[in-house]
């Protein structure tokens, strides 16, 4: 598997990434009804650095690495990570967090912050305590999952 920076040839296979993960809406805090659009201006913004993880021809993960804040708050990154279907169980995400993690150092930054990490996420949370990041807070109801209803939601931090 190699890891890559994404390009706009890429946005058909991230967007067949990004779409079920959007409608299930059990993940990300993010609108289900999203366009593709709509999702990928998301997933490649401005100060996004976007990248996908390719085995054999095939885009099985991608992820955006940024600043988490600006200004004063700039020295720490934020990363947003998806796994197609398909890959899941298959050290995708495991391997896109590891490159993330030489990535934001390479750029400087001190630490990495994950903002809001659905609680009943639970493959993230044990692979993301798993590389290191520590939860800590825990916001009580602060995601409306859409079948276990109001669940918390997480911060998870780890210095580079």
């Known amino acids: ?38 999702a990928l201006s998301y997933w490649f913004a401005d100060g996004h650095h976007t990248f996908v993880a390719e085995d054999d021809g095939q885009i099985l993960g991608t992820y955006y690495l940024k600043a988490n804040q600006k ?12 796994t197609a279907a398909q890959a899941t169980g298959k050290g995708v995400a495991r ?7 030489e990535v934001a150092k390479d750029m400087s930054f001190a630490a990495m912050q994950f903002n809001f990490v659905v609680s009943t996420n639970s493959r993230a949370v044990a692979l993301w305590h798993g590389l290191g990041f520590q939860t800590l807070t825990r916001l009580p109801d602060a995601f409306d999952h859409p079948t276990e209803g109001l669940v ?8 580079l």
């Not at 598997?1 to 040839?9: E, H, K, L, N, P």
């Not at 200004?71 to 998806?82: D, K, L, P, Q």
């Not at 391997?95 to 993690?101: D, F, I, N, P, V």
Request: hydrophobic residues 45%; proline residues 3%; contains cysteine.
């Open 1 to 38: 598997m190699i890891i890559r920076t994404a390009t706009a040839a890429d946005h058909d296979a991230i967007w067949s990434i990004l779409e079920p993960v959007i409608r299930a809406g059990d993940t990300y805090a993010l609108p289900r009804d999203w366009s593709r659009e709509q």
């Open 95 to 101: 391997a896109m967090c590891q490159h993330s993690l």
């Open 71 to 82: 200004g004063g708050g700039s020295h720490v990154a934020n990363c947003g990570y998806m």
């Open 152 to 159: 918390d939601a997480l911060v998870m931090f780890r210095k």
